[in-house]
């Protein structure tokens, strides 16, 4: 029999109901002969409530004692499932971060893990206990407790299942799995059964809120078998694993999309050296993250200089370009909130040429203006008016034939 | 300066708005150069709510997973004191259970503290920041998370204090100190500048609801000042120190009363060796305690016994002494729910006679029934009908000269 990893989210331990519901699924893991973790996060809405809590007091808590305050979630949540597993008659333990010795940096609010010291985990498991640990929290070397920020009690799942060499790390949500597209735009979406660690990272960037991105990154490095599946059905999820040949039959396995990021362009730009650096120095001092740059030269030594940013920090970066305009003396700063990222993903890219020209014909076909585009590896972006969003996404799905993929292919 | 230990109760930090005044006071206190050490309770009615959700899982929630989420109550109120303290400039740090080493045994829901390693927290204090630290918990050798039962803040008040040497213990509550008797029964009640441990362990004991009794007890056996005040007010409450030569100038200090207890009697019982141990073994075995007994021996070898057990267990009682009743041959079980218990409380008894006989001739005065008296050294109790308690409480009150005190006596 195996080590289970499962880990549980907001919406799967939201009451006493649901909470049941897990022991239940728990239970039947556990008899079958396994032993189980479970990580749990806060029930839905508990953290964003503390959060509110804090704010009333200053719009700046100090993030050491908000952490302390945030961990109250997680520790409730493994509580009480932990009652309930006990009154159904099964040996369980609840291990809050710093009991089961998850330590991190002291970055509170984004801590990091550095170490994890499964020893007193595999002592409960081996008395056939069932382990709850509280996620996204741990401590750090003084003793402090940290947490690990947005999405962290993922982090927390898969490091714990790479510390305990777990034989998959369940992360049960609610929905049932990874799909290749948002089923919410396109009811073509279809389920996928399998997907490498890298289309999930570019999948989770580009705005599918399945999994956080650093869990995968770091289920990717220690090579952590992730099953996302749905704590409301039996039905199997999606695989996210290494690379594996077969998975190359599929050129493009995703299309996601982002409406998260606004444009910024400033327009005949002298182009000199160290115009560049005078433009996002500001901006990255500021602590804003630019994602895709694009240049148009044009005659005469000017050129038009194009950017996004988060769509939370476009008043801030278009403050401090009008600044920066006057000072290099560019002619204007032109700004749209109203854009989205649109992309296609898959490993199978890497050896199928023509896909960049495919997506390109296909969006030219219905009379989507490109704006920007960018490319890695394994994906292809392309920023367009926002209104098309839903269209391109529609085609694209479509025109890469995974419109017609059966849902076990 | 002094070190001064603050504790405070939950309706003093009920909300945010609660939270600041409490802040206000630290701050004063520490501005004026003292060291301050914090010990809260969680807000007014969060453990409750917390219970009721465990009983919501089953009537029979495991301990120990009861304590971590009931000691998530606390881990709130000093997590936003913090944030508070902070947010006005004040340095503060919160420290857990058990991060400020306050080692228990392992009784999860009425642990014991075996002990407090104060290093971690005088060293915060050479940094001049404020401590605040989550009472009612603490942490057994293995790391598990206790909770040292009702009251149990005050507790950790007063064993910080001690472990700490600090000057006084403030236990800052609802009310603005220890009086005479409830004022809300009797408007001549006057609050007592000073009152003795002992007498203080009575009162507590006898339903005056101010103080935990084993903190209390605590605070004896290391001789910490305590001082009862209100956190709504400025003016200063009433010290429960050592016995002093002054305080005898009071024969009697105090009046308490209690309607917990409730009366059950076996007439006819046969007057032989043995019998008492058949009647309250039983009633020792269900974990019922006994208060008061009396027994009232009648000719030929018969007679009655009459006790007192908590009002909560009466029902559970009667069952058992009806069995008994029928094994041992007595006559009949016989019960009474509407009873209280009036006390006269003072350390000046030890050296004047005659307390309590004049307890008897002013119930006698306004022919209210005596059934049951207990004595200690300081303290007298008559157990009356209920709807005499008022009255009885009045004109003993006024009896014992306690009308006419100056509050500053």
């Known amino acids: 029999m195996a080590l289970i990893l499962q880990k549980y989210g907001g919406t799967s331990v939201a009451n006493i109901e649901r909470i049941r519901k897990v022991a239940e699924r728990v239970i039947r893991v556990h008899t079958a002969g396994n032993d189980v973790v479970v990580v749990l996060s806060a ?129 049960y949500t609610d929905v049932d799995g990874v799909y290749t597209t948002d089923p919410n735009l396109c009811k073509n979406a279809k389920k996928l059964q399998k997907i490498s660690y890298d289309e999930m990272l570019e999948m989770a960037s580009l705005g599918a809120n399945v999994l956080q991105i650093r869990a995968v990154e770091f289920a990717k490095k220690f090579n952590v078998p992730i099953h996302v599946r749905s704590s409301f059905m039996e039905e199997e999820g999606t695989m996210v694993v290494e690379e594996e040949e077969d998975m190359e039959r599929l050129v493009v396995s995703g299309v996601a999309y982002s409406k998260d990021e606004a444009r910024i362009t400033l327009t005949r730009v002298p182009d000199q050296p160290g115009v560049a650096s005078k433009i996002f120095t500001p901006i990255a001092e500021a602590g804003i993250v630019v994602d895709m740059i694009i240049q148009n030269t044009r005659k005469s030594g000017l050129t038009d200089l194009t950017f996004t940013v988060p769509k939370s920090d476009y008043p801030r970066a278009m403050a401090i370009q009008k600044e920066v305009a006057e000072s290099i003396g560019a002619e204007q700063v032109l700004g749209d909130e109203y854009i989205a990222k649109v992309s296609v993903i898959g490993v199978g890219m890497r050896s199928h040429s023509g896909v960049a020209c495919k997506m390109f014909t296909t969006l030219a076909r219905e009379n989507i203006n490109i704006m920007l585009i960018s490319t890695s590896e394994i994906k292809i972006s392309c920023v367009i008016e926002e209104k098309y969003t839903e269209l391109a996404v529609r085609v694209l799905h479509n025109a890469f034939g995974l419109d017609s993929i059966s849902e076990n292919f």
Chains 1, 2 share one sequence.
């Open 43 to 171: 029930m839905a809405g508990v953290t964003d409530g503390l959060i509110q809590l804090a704010y009333q007091i200053t719009n700046d808590p100090n993030r050491r004692e908000l952490d302390v305050l945030l961990a109250t979630g997680e520790q409730t949540t493994v509580s009480l499932l932990c009652i309930m597993l006990e009154s159904m008659g099964c040996p369980a333990i609840s291990l809050l971060g710093y009991q089961a010795e998850i330590v991190t940096n002291t970055a509170f609010g984004r801590a990091r893990i550095v170490g994890i010291h499964a020893d007193r985990i595999k002592e409960l498991l081996g008395q056939r206990k069932i382990v709850a640990v509280a996620g996204f929290q741990g401590r750090d070397e003084q003793g402090n407790i940290t947490t690990l920020g947005r999405g962290g009690s993922d982090i927390s799942a898969v490091a714990l299942a790479a510390a305990l060499k777990a034989y998959v790390c369940e992360i």
